[in-house]
């Protein structure tokens, strides 16, 4: 929602994947505080122009995102 922080890391995306990659649910005032971005997506879904708010990381950015990282960032 407004805090949202989602990011796809070497995604395989089907065709059920709408070419904007994901959907703000009509809050557009939370363009400024969440996070939607990816790299790596291959696949029928990853084809297509993301919507405006969703980024594109670089590699260098993509390899600083751990799965330890994640997990530690979730409250107990």
């Not at 990659?21 to 790299?39: I, Q, S």
């Not at 696949?43 to 260098?60: D, I, M, S």
Request: hydrophobic letters at 40%; glycine letters at 10%.
């Amino acid at each position: 929602r407004e805090w949202a922080k989602t990011v796809l890391l070497d995604c395989e995306l089907g065709e059920h994947i709408a070419p904007a990659g994901f959907d703000d649910w009509g809050k557009t005032h939370a363009h400024g505080t969440v996070l939607f971005a990816e790299y790596g997506s291959r696949g029928p879904g990853a084809a297509g122009e993301r919507a405006a708010f969703v980024r594109t990381l670089r590699e260098r950015e993509a390899a600083q995102i751990t799965y330890a990282d994640f997990i530690q960032s979730i409250p107990e």
